[in-house]
């Protein structure tokens, strides 16, 4: 199937192949001297010699959760190389950097001024380079999303939030998430699904994002066993990938608990955690937490799915993470009683609480962390 062109709050080109549309894309956005964000192991793969463009410089050092340190390096490049633009290829991470790398090409510093709890939101203004995401992985929806989480020396992982931060456009090709392995495929999968559930349930009054969350919702949960078991089928790649987008296009109406949890732990030092692995874990008990507040929604979200009553979600899902292989506590993955320790107050602090269907207190964080232990 040819890909398409869907423009909801950014322009998406979808499909198998889109990615050859980037060289015409770049000049119809007048991006002469684009710098390249990616990660070293995609470098390392020859993806970045592949694309259809010619980057004026390459940055190819994001970590796995990018940090302040990370996008000040990125910006000292963008500028060395009087680039005009940034073309971010990869996962959530060099999404996200390239993102806050193209605030600090033209706003001032300090970077944390713009992270939505210290106000930023006033302060991003639009006079600001084009970024096009090309993602590799399917889970974030960072390429239509209007966020970048960094992480801060102070150990927090701050989110800046504008419609300014939204890329000005994507490219969205399955065919680059062809290679992921299974556990990556999994981990990233259960963002998406993660995404597309708490919109869903954020009590935010947006029904069209509603219903683009119960697609994408539907989608990921009918392919995701698939694309894990079989990387190759492009059918399944490409619902994977729509099921991410479709997360990310629904993120303006906030995200909820999970994601409260997950953020400060993925920001622990020297453990880089991954967030959809995180985000899997938390699931079930942030479900069966929030049955309360929202039985119809979960009665809704188990009719897309087509498996039974909203009341047995936490068990379905538990029976998904199982069968793709992702742990089901935080023990497994080196988690200690002693990590913990500062999430709950960082938990309360964080973006996506207010907009959790149930009203959350620091003992209910602490709670919550306990049983995913
Ligand atoms: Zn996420």
Redesign the pocket.
């Known amino acids: 199937m040819p890909s398409s062109l869907i423009n909801y709050l950014t322009a998406i080109q979808f499909g198998a192949g889109a990615v050859s549309e980037l060289a015409a894309i770049l000049k119809q956005y007048r991006v002469k001297r684009p710098l390249l964000v990616t990660d070293r192991g995609l470098a390392e793969l020859g993806i970045v010699e592949r694309l259809p463009m010619e980057a004026a410089a390459v940055f190819a050092e994001v970590p796995t959760n990018p940090t302040e340190a990370s996008v000040l390096a990125g910006v000292v490049v963008y500028r060395d190389n009087d680039c005009d633009g940034i073309v971010a290829l990869g996962g959530?991470s060099p999404i996200d950097c390239a993102k806050a790398i193209s605030i600090l090409a033209t706003h001032p510093e300090p970077l944390d001024q713009y992270a939505l709890i210290r106000g930023g939101l006033a302060k991003i203004s639009s006079q600001k380079p084009p970024v096009i995401a090309v993602p590799t992985t399917s889970?974030?929806?960072s390429e239509a999303g209007r966020g970048a989480l960094i992480s801060f020396p102070s150990g927090e992982k701050l989110a800046l939030i504008s419609p300014h931060v939204i890329p000005t456009a994507a490219v969205c090709d399955p065919e680059l998430t062809l290679g992921l392995p299974p556990l990556l495929t999994a981990a990233t999968g259960m963002?998406a699904i993660?995404?597309c559930v708490e919109t869903f349930c954020s009590p935010k009054v947006n029904p069209v994002a509603d219903a683009i969350a119960l697609d994408g919702l539907a989608r990921a949960f009918g392919s995701l066993r698939a694309a894990v078991n079989d990387g190759s089928n492009l059918h399944h790649r490409s619902e994977m990938m729509m099921a991410s987008l479709q997360?990310g296009l629904t993120f303006q109406k906030g995200?909820g608990m999970i994601?409260s949890l997950?953020h400060p732990l993925g920001a622990l030092p020297g453990k880089p955690l991954h967030?959809?692995t995180l985000?899997a874990i938390f699931l079930p008990h942030v479900l069966r937490y929030n049955a309360k507040a929202c039985p119809g929604k979960l009665d809704r979200m188990a009719g897309a799915m087509k498996c039974g009553e909203g009341r047995d979600l936490p068990t379905v899902f538990e029976r998904l993470i199982s069968d793709i292989g992702l742990p089901q506590r935080l023990s497994e993955l080196g988690v200690t009683e002693t990590d913990l320790e500062s999430i709950p107050q960082l938990a309360m602090a964080d973006h996506s609480t207010p907009t959790n269907p149930r009203a959350m207190t620091i003992e209910d964080c602490h709670i919550l962390l306990r049983l995913s232990m």
Request: proline letters at 0%; glycine letters at 36%; aromatic letters at 0%.
């Open positions: 959530g889970g974030t929806g963002d993660s995404h997360g995200l994601h997950s967030h959809g985000n």
